[in-house]
């Protein structure tokens, strides 16, 4: 079962099984259980509220995306960092300033980080996911 553990002010960490993650480390999801109730993402759906209330409808066109975070070094876990892309013109198609939706969401959203452990509670290493090459749709 997923676990938030402790993280510094605006951060948000959470350890995942291997076995919780499948779509995740096969490339077809964002992250771990995408829209599931673990503590990731419900962290993210909130984000998402947050964001659609600052920028209506912006859900729908910024795409949450995962990669390795190589700049987190603790407990000898292998982190991963929650990011965010959309595309500029359909931001602007919505009526929005790209620039001002950027600076939204590096202002606005913690740090959303997650990472494996065994059935012991002990890092596991996992396989960095296939990227997903999909880009929000223009």
């Not at 602007?92 to 790209?98: F, M, N, Q, V, W």
């Amino acid at each position: 079962m997923a676990r938030r553990i402790e993280a510094p002010p605006k951060q948000v960490r959470v350890l995942f099984r291997p076995e919780e993650a499948e779509d995740f480390l096969r490339g077809r999801s964002p992250v771990p259980g995408f829209g599931g109730d673990d503590p990731l993402n419900l962290a993210l759906q909130e984000m998402y509220e947050e964001l659609n209330a600052a920028f209506p409808d912006a859900a729908g066109f910024v795409e949450a995306f995962s990669e390795p975070a190589p700049w987190v070094r603790e407990g000898g876990f292998q982190w991963f960092a929650v990011n965010f892309r959309f595309a500029n013109d359909r931001v602007e198609r919505a009526g929005h300033d790209p620039e001002a939706l950027a600076d939204w969401i590096a202002e606005h959203t913690p740090d959303l980080l997650f990472s494996f452990e065994d059935e012991r509670g002990r890092p596991a290493r996992v396989p960095v996911p296939r990227s997903r090459t999909r880009r929000p749709a223009a």
